[in-house]
């Protein structure tokens, strides 16, 4: 039977976003809340405070909502790596299955154990053992997000691996190549911020106390924690981006490119810090755009990525073009890679046919061309270089917008400590509101943060080897349309569900 695969790599596409999104709308919370209440639990085991009891089993609460939820929204995620990207799976499937079947043996039954202990074992185990479980379980879920954050890294930076023309599979050759830079950049960046986001969540739900003028006290102690855990998550958060971003520069041109909406590179490139984009149709390819109405920063783009206001940086028409980065790695034009590409598939095929027919030197001949060309391969399925260019307008203002509340959350945690620690509740009334409006934009930050990411990598699932197109499962785009909308139903109620549940407990408050 033939599918009309645009139409599946669409609709497959939007259902792993959605899910993608549903569910990282409850990960960063679990990450950043189960330390803040392992750290909460730890000045009560030294201090033996009521108060900071009360603190604990309060987030405890709201904890142990966004994790079950975070559960089931994870699992679906995961499987819909054999349902929907087969393909994918058995071309890369060796290697980015171990970080996942790590994260599953170790991270997730060290969360399903110690979770237990953490919800039901007060009373029943010791005050030691018991505050141990609550480290235990910011650890798993902690460690969780290393190994999945490993295995999006690799497929962002693909090294550590060989291809197996036999199986037509990739095959890893060092697990410490495949824990690479961009994997653990990837990590500290992306846990850094969920602590940002739980930060925001706790500053903004105290905010809420203050605003109803109940609970001052728990309000108080609560927002003085997790504005200074805030500030220093974002300190952090500021500086793995940063290094990140060097790291994307390197690896990642073309994302980088569309990060700035850069068409034209070259040296001592400035950092746009506002701008709009607009159609030009002089520009060679259509997924290109002119920058208008921009405040940039000269030469500030070039030293953020290279530590040189004047260093090289490529725009989409140098990529296109070919160019030699910094480090003096020469980059053919993008036409000579999908040729390149073209022959790498072409020698696949050569060699499947001669060792069938058992012709010993057709086949090493081919299996020499295809290991030649092979860090092209991917390109081969390219019909034009403009392909290359991911969707320039919702990278470049997804990256701004997550960058400008970045400042706005540092400047709510500098705001939000002086108004607790200083106790002033009758004046600054609007500091409890602005940390209540910046607990959705929170959420807003880190989705754009993953829109940068994934979107600025198009079309590539694992960059230069597989085209989203390859990795697509050949099933009909009406069987995906219909699971697309059962699951944005399904997590749409259970979305609606857990903030019903979470405004019930916040509305109990500390006391019950």
């Known amino acids: 039977m ?14 792993f976003a959605m899910t993608a999104i549903y569910h990282y709308m409850f990960v960063p919370l679990t990450l950043g809340l189960s330390l803040l209440v392992a750290v909460m639990e730890t000045i009560w085991y030294r201090t033996g405070k009521e108060s900071w009891l009360k603190a604990t089993k309060f987030w405890m609460k709201l904890f142990g909502v966004n994790f079950a939820i975070g559960v089931a929204t994870g699992l679906i995620l995961e499987f819909q790596f ?5 393909t994918y799976s058995w071309f890369v499937g060796d290697i980015f299955g171990a970080p996942l079947a790590i994260e599953g043996i170790v991270a997730f039954f060290m969360e399903a154990t110690f979770v237990a202990v953490m919800f039901f074992g007060w009373r029943r185990v010791s005050r030691r053992f018991h505050l141990l479980s609550t480290w235990l379980v910011y650890v798993g879920t902690n460690i969780s997000a290393l190994w999945i954050l490993v295995a999006n890294g690799w497929m962002q930076d ?18 410490a190549d495949v824990l690479s830079a961009t994997a653990f950049n990837k990590f500290f960046h992306t846990v850094t911020s969920a602590y940002t986001l739980s930060a925001c969540f706790v500053v903004g739900v105290c905010g809420w106390f ?31 981006g940063d290094s990140s971003s060097q790291h994307v520069a390197r690896v990642q041109p073309v994302k980088f490119a569309a990060m700035e909406g850069l068409n034209r590179g070259g040296n001592g490139v400035g950092l746009t810090v506002f701008g709009i984009l607009a159609d030009d149709p002089s520009l060679p390819y259509e997924g290109m755009k002119k920058t208008i109405a921009s405040a940039t920063i000269p030469g500030l783009l070039s030293w953020m990525s290279h530590g040189d206001a004047k260093a090289f940086i490529p725009g989409f028409q140098d990529i296109l073009e070919g160019y030699t980065s910094r480090e003096g790695r020469v980059y053919p034009p993008v036409q000579q890679r999908i040729e390149n590409g073209q022959r790498a598939m072409e020698a696949l095929k050569r060699y499947k046919e001669a060792k069938k027919a058992g012709m010993t030197l057709e086949k090493d001949q081919a299996l020499k061309e295809l290991e030649e060309n092979y860090a092209d391969f991917g390109y081969g399925s390219l019909s034009s270089p403009g392909d290359i260019i991911p969707n320039v307008p919702l990278v470049f203002y997804s990256f701004r917008i997550m960058v400008g509340l970045g400042f706005l959350f540092a400047l709510l945690f500098i705001l939000s400590w002086w108004y607790a620690w200083r106790r002033r509740f009758d004046r600054f009334k609007f500091v409890p509101y602005l940390a209540l409006v910046c607990i959705p934009l929170a959420y807003v930050a880190s989705q754009c943060g993953w829109i940068v990411a994934e979107v600025g990598r198009q079309p590539w699932v694992v960059q230069d080897l597989m085209t989203t197109r ?29 903030l019903k549940i979470l405004c019930a407990q916040i509305r109990k408050g500390p006391g019950e």
Not at 2 to 15: C, I, K
Not at 82 to 86: E, I, K, L, R
């Open 2 to 15: 033939l599918y009309d695969l645009t139409s599946t790599v669409e609709w497959s596409r939007w259902q």
């Open 158 to 175: 693909p090294t550590g691996m060989t291809f197996d023309p036999d199986s037509a599979r990739n095959v890893m050759t060092s697990f």
């Open 82 to 86: 054999g349902t929907n990207w087969s």
């Open 470 to 498: 390859m990795a697509v499962t050949e099933v009909s785009a009406t069987w995906v349309q219909v699971t697309f909308w059962l699951f944005a139903a399904l997590f749409t109620v259970m979305l609606v569900a857990e």
């Open 210 to 240: 203050f605003a109803k003028k109940r609970d001052l006290e728990f309000a108080r102690k609560s927002i003085l924690l997790g504005s200074v855990f805030g500030l220093a998550s974002i300190a952090l958060t500021i500086f793995t």
